[in-house]
């Protein structure tokens, strides 16, 4: 037993030990991967450029009923941009795979005249009138590494119509080639330099500079700023391999408005919609969690022919089709911060105070174990201070020394002590007793009993 308890003390001190090396080595970098069970939901609004809420009707779209009228329109508007991305099929321990749907719906319009109305929506599986409340929607499919959160290519596909009943989703989704750039999650341990990142309306990557830092809801983020260069839409070709509707338009010059030398009022002129943008996103940066986002952006019609052939006035025609800045909520950015909260916690569980307890705990187990063990050792080495039991001679074990019960009658001379001469020694058994036997008795010890 003496033995036991140190050497078990000393196992499992020394496994607490190994743990507490181990979980940082290993079980960390198992943390530090996309979560299978990702679902962000995101809500922005329209808010005026320099960021402040409040307005009414903060941005500008293009009025779609003014196709089959007199003359194009734009209506100021108020919009929600929504989105949802979840974990979907094929997702595994080295991949995952995001589809992120996104709407933006018209809450609120004013016309030219202040006439304001709120459009409606139509149920699903209805046709959408040019007065629907719904304004677009996508849904985006992509897959990324689980450890560094940048596209792999296996899933890369952009979903721009609804799938008709019984039809497939790839017919009604185009493919998209060579995107690196984060976008909806940024790599763990983000540095302050450059990362790309992916713009969905335009498919393209830019390079979302940094800017600083800043602390959001008591989270530490990092500022990046994406500048999306200015894209002419019609060449983003829809599922069947054309300009996606609403991208390219022609009409007469009288319908867009356009006066000037070398143009007639009948004259057809073709415009496309171009987009361009500046993206912000702050991200946590131990995680790789947005934790908000601002997008300024602005689509506009124009002419795609900006030679010295084409008349001035077409050259220098622009047509705002959406221009608005788009603002996470605030509930959405305390959602995300408190996300950001809890991967930062689970991290430092498993990366700081687990190996520190487990540290410490072992130690303790091997210093109890070193302790029981020399104190185990001292015990089987003490000596015993406490002399041995004296045993009498072989010849004395036998008799018995008696004194008479007094002297006799002129036995010694005056002055002796009396008490020493009756003194004598019984004989051994078997000795020939002295002659005088009268002062001695003979006792025999009795043998033990069997």
């Given at each position: ?55 009414r ?20 508007a ?27 719906r ?7 005249e ?7 929506f ?24 689980r ?25 009604v ?10 976008q ?32 959001i809801d ?17 060449n ?10 609403g991208?390219?338009l ?25 987009a ?16 908000d ?75 109890a174990?070193?302790?029981l ?35 006799p ?14 003194t ?10 002295p ?12 043998p033990?009993?069997?």
């Open positions: 037993m003496r033995r036991f308890v140190p050497a078990v003390l000393a196992f499992f001190g020394a496994a607490c030990i190994a743990a507490a090396i181990a979980i940082p080595l290993y079980l960390v970098p198992q943390l530090k991967v996309v979560p299978l069970d990702l679902d962000i939901t995101s809500d922005a609004t329209t808010v005026a450029a320099d960021g402040s809420t409040g307005e009707f903060p941005a500008v779209i293009f009025d779609r009923c003014s196709v089959s009228e007199d003359r194009a329109r734009t209506l100021e108020h919009l929600t941009q929504q989105r949802r991305s979840i974990i979907i099929e094929p997702s595994d321990s080295r991949q995952a795979s995001l589809q992120s749907a996104q709407t933006v018209i809450d609120r319009l004013r016309d030219a202040g006439t304001e109305t709120e459009p409606t139509a149920a699903a599986g209805e046709t959408r009138t040019c007065e629907d409340g719904l304004l677009t929607a996508t849904i985006d499919r992509v897959s990324v590494n450890k560094t959160s940048a596209p792999n290519g296996a899933v890369s596909s952009l979903q721009l119509e609804a799938v008709p009943e019984g039809g497939n989703v790839n017919d989704s185009v493919a998209i080639d060579n995107r690196t750039g984060y909806y999650k940024f790599g763990f341990d983000v540095q302050q330099r450059d990362y790309p990142y992916y713009d969905l309306n335009t498919r393209q990557d830019c390079a979302a500079k940094f800017e600083g830092e800043e602390t008591g989270v530490k983020t990092y500022h990046f700023v994406c500048d999306v260069p200015e894209t002419d839409l019609s983003l070709p829809n599922a069947q391999g054309e300009a996606a509707l991208t390219m022609t009409m007469p010059a009288r319908w867009w408005g356009i006066t000037g030398r070398g143009v007639r009022a009948n004259d057809p002129i073709t415009m496309h919609r171009y361009a943008a500046t993206r912000h996103v702050w991200v946590e940066p131990q995680t790789g969690t947005i934790v986002g601002r997008e300024d952006q602005h689509q506009y019609f124009k002419s795609p022919d900006q030679s010295d052939a084409t008349p001035q006035a077409v050259r220098d025609f622009r047509m705002d089709a959406l221009k608005g800045t788009f603002k996470w909520t605030d509930d959405t950015v305390s959602n995300q911060a408190g996300k950001a909260s809890g991967y930062i916690d689970q991290l430092k569980v498993g990366g700081v105070w687990v190996p520190i307890i487990l540290g410490i705990v072992g130690l303790i187990l091997l210093i174990a070193v302790l063990f020399f104190r185990g050792r001292r015990d089987d080495t003490r000596v015993d201070d406490t002399p041995p039991p004296t045993t009498p001679p072989a010849d004395e074990r036998d008799t018995t020394l008696i004194k008479r019960d007094a002297p009658a002129g036995a010694a001379p005056a002055g002796a002590n009396p008490w020493e001469r009756p004598e020694q019984i004989p051994k058994v078997g000795d020939t007793p002659a005088d036997d009268s002062a001695t008795r003979t006792f025999r010890k009795q033990p009993p069997e």
